[in-house]
């Protein structure tokens, strides 16, 4: 099981924890029809987890919720400041306004 603390600052640790990271993009992908792109950040926003689903029908229900716990290694950089910055500020909206596993 995850430290809470390592889950809940985003933080990873060396002996392979999960991070939790916050949706913080929804996206329709332009390239590819019934493509759904789910942006998930740390607090910091500095590392990012990137989802893509297929929409096969309005029967197919998978749902989204507000953070992930994923394995650090799975985990890319964001190296623009400003995206980092708005990676940071819409992971912290999700953290005050839901609980990690509401459905958003």
Request: aromatic share 6%; glycine share 4%; charged share 35%.
């Amino acid at each position: 099981m995850a430290n809470p603390e390592t889950a809940a600052e985003g933080t990873d640790a060396s002996d392979g924890e999960s991070v939790r990271v916050w949706l913080v993009e929804r996206t329709y992908s332009d390239d590819e029809q019934n493509l759904v792109i789910l942006v998930y950040a740390t607090p910091d926003g500095t590392r990012y987890f990137r989802k893509e689903r297929a929409l096969t029908s309005f029967t197919d229900v998978r749902d989204t919720t507000a953070a992930v716990a994923v394995d650090p290694g799975n985990l890319g950089a964001v190296d623009d400041p400003d995206r980092r910055e708005r990676y940071a500020d819409e992971a912290a909206r999700m953290a005050a306004a839901h609980d990690p596993d509401d459905v958003v």
